[in-house]
């Protein structure tokens, strides 16, 4: 008897990514085992013409492409003395045209049999651009506005953290696009090779008090109220009511200033 395993598991991945998968094959007779199996791809999209694609990745390993209007399959061909083991590796390469949603189901037949082996999903993709340090916010609303004006909806946000110097995320479908879209943004370096996780980032996105960032000693500058444009020193923080406390570095007799934490922005570099 010949047995077959394989080690792929459903996913979400972004467009245009290929997800590696190995298939064993097992001969557990006294005799050697010659024969096929055969693999293809159950794809729903909404674009029935975007084509994925199933890759045997040996040398001279074959391809095909697949998608509901051609019913294409790979064929794995074995010969297997007794008791031997074979292992293909393959991959699937999701479509660069994708829509979120598109699914494809790997499908093995064998002896007559089919069997649904995993699936995979398409999601978008969180990429990582360089920009140049300080002007962050800004290339992150020209990005914007270049996207609304060309109408390339297949961005769908942009992260500036304020923690972060040089580099912006951005939410895409289509990386490849996104970054020749960048090209004509001003300060808009380079795209960073591979992709982030939700989880790395998810931090940036919890809002968190604004005095969690200050501390006794810190410099700031006074952003509101009367005392607008004024440098000054942290002399003591208050968590619980999210204030701080001020000495002025102008002042002609320092007198204690209570402000909120997010009225003052930190400086760089003492004054």
């Known amino acids: 008897m010949v047995k077959w395993s394989c080690d792929g598991k459903d996913s979400e991945v972004g467009t245009n990514k290929k997800v590696p998968f190995n298939l064993v094959i097992e001969n557990e007779e006294a005799a050697e085992k010659e024969g096929s199996l055969e693999l293809s791809l159950d794809v729903?999209?909404?674009k029935e013409e975007i084509e994925w694609f199933l890759i045997e990745e040996q040398k001279?390993?074959?391809?095909?492409?697949i998608s509901p209007k051609n019913q294409d399959l790979l064929k794995i061909q074995y010969k297997l003395k007794p008791k031997a083991i074979e292992v293909h590796s393959l991959s699937v390469e999701t479509p660069k045209g994708g829509e979120i949603g598109d699914y494809a189901t790997v499908v093995l037949k064998s002896d007559g049999n089919s069997s649904n082996l995993f699936s995979i999903k398409v999601k978008q993709t969180i990429i990582v651009v360089k920009t140049t340090i300080g002007q962050e916010i800004k290339i992150a609303r020209d990005i914007g506005l270049k996207?609304?004006?060309?109408?390339?909806e297949y961005i769908f946000s942009i992260l500036v953290p304020p923690d972060v110097?040089?580099?912006i995320f951005i939410e895409t479908l289509y990386p490849d696009r996104t970054m020749g879209l960048l090209r004509t943004v001003r300060g808009a370096r380079n795209m960073i090779a591979g992709e982030v996780q939700l989880s790395e980032i998810e931090n940036y996105l919890v809002s968190k008090p604004?005095?969690?960032?200050l501390g006794v000693g810190n410099f700031v500058e006074v952003t509101e109220g009367p005392f607008k444009g004024e440098k000054a020193r942290i002399t003591h923080v208050d968590s619980q009511k999210d204030?701080?406390?001020l000495e002025l570095q102008n002042a002609i007799v320092p007198i204690p200033l209570t402000v909120k934490a997010d009225s003052v922005k930190l400086l760089e570099k003492e004054v």
């Open 44 to 46: 729903h999209e909404q």
């Open 60 to 65: 001279r390993g074959k391809q095909v492409a």
């Open 147 to 152: 996207a609304k004006i060309e109408k390339q």
């Open 165 to 167: 110097k040089g580099y």
């Open 210 to 213: 604004a005095v969690e960032s």
């Open 243 to 245: 204030e701080i406390t």
